[in-house]
C-alpha cells in the first residue's frame, strides 16, 4: 500500500531552534497538505500545494512559519524560531486532485513536536 | 462558513454492543463531500469513507455503516458489534466545492470499546 512518509515521528528541541519537517506523499498525487493537531484547536489546516505551486498558506503563522515543496516527491515545513505554543503533532497529508473535487486525502503518521 | 460539529465528545461502550457517532454539518454550497477518518491510539488518521452531496444512498462495509440525510445536514456513523479494535477518535470532515480542496474538521469523537 502507498503511503505518506513523514520525517521526523518525534521532535523535542528547546525553544528558539529551527524545527524542518518533511514529508514524502504518495507518487502521483498532486496536492499536499499541512495540518496541525492540537488538544484546544483540533486538526487545523496550514497550508496546502497543488503541483507543487502553493495554493494556501492562510493557516500559518507567517513570522516563523514556511512551507515549500522542492520537488514533487518532497514537502518540508519549517518553523524558526519555535516556540513553546508551537508544541502539536504535524500532520502531511497527499490527493490526487483532477477534475472531480472530493478525492480523499491521505495522511502520514505525523509528527509529534515538542518545544521545550 | 462551513461547520462540522460532532457533539459526542466521548463514547464507552462494552464489546459487541453497537454504537453511533454523530455528526452534523453546515454548508452553503450545493455540492459538498463529506468524509469520516479514524485516530487509532498509534496516532494515524485513517480514511474510511466519502460522500458526495447528490449520493445519499447509505453505505455498508462490514460492521461499518453510514447514514447521510441532507434534510437534517447528518451524516452518521454506526459501528455494529462493536469490538476493542474499534477504540479510537473517529473524525468526520467536509469539502466544500467551492473550498479548493480544504477539509474541515469536527472535533472529533473518542469511541472507547471495552472487554
Known amino acids: 500500500d502507498a503511503r505518506v512518509t513523514q520525517t521526523p515521528r518525534h521532535k523535542v528541541t528547546e525553544m528558539g531552534q529551527e524545527v524542518t519537517m518533511r514529508c514524502q506523499p504518495i507518487l502521483g498525487h498532486n496536492t499536499v497538505f499541512w495540518y496541525r493537531q492540537t488538544m484546544m484547536q483540533g486538526l487545523e489546516l496550514l497550508a496546502y500545494f497543488r503541483n507543487r505551486a502553493p495554493l494556501d498558506d492562510s493557516g500559518m503563522p507567517k513570522d516563523r512559519f514556511s512551507a515549500e515543496m522542492p520537488d514533487a516527491t518532497l514537502a518540508t515545513l519549517k518553523i524558526q524560531p519555535s516556540e513553546p505554543r508551537d508544541s502539536a503533532v504535524y500532520f502531511c497529508?497527499?490527493?490526487?486532485?483532477?477534475?472531480?473535487?472530493?478525492?480523499?486525502?491521505?495522511f502520514g503518521d505525523g509528527t509529534r513536536l515538542s518545544i521545550l | 462558513a462551513q461547520k462540522v460539529t460532532q457533539a459526542q465528545t466521548e463514547i464507552s461502550v462494552v464489546e459487541k454492543e453497537d454504537v453511533t457517532l454523530d455528526c452534523v454539518y453546515e454548508t452553503r454550497d450545493t455540492t459538498y463531500y463529506l468524509f469520516w477518518y479514524k485516530q487509532p491510539p498509534s496516532g494515524e488518521l485513517v480514511f474510511l469513507i466519502r460522500?458526495?452531496?447528490?449520493?445519499?444512498q447509505n453505505e455498508i462495509s462490514g460492521r461499518y455503516s453510514w447514514n447521510f440525510q441532507k434534510s437534517t445536514s447528518s451524516f452518521n456513523f454506526t459501528i455494529t458489534a462493536s469490538q476493542v479494535v474499534d477504540s479510537a477518535v473517529y473524525f468526520c470532515?467536509?469539502?466544500?466545492?467551492?473550498?479548493?480542496?480544504?477539509?474541515?474538521f469536527g472535533e472529533g469523537t473518542q469511541l472507547t470499546v471495552n472487554p
Open positions: 460522500r458526495n452531496s447528490f449520493d445519499e
Open positions: 470532515a467536509l469539502e466544500e466545492e467551492t473550498s479548493g480542496s480544504r477539509l474541515t
Open positions: 497529508a497527499s490527493g490526487l486532485v483532477r477534475g472531480p473535487r472530493g478525492q480523499p486525502q491521505h
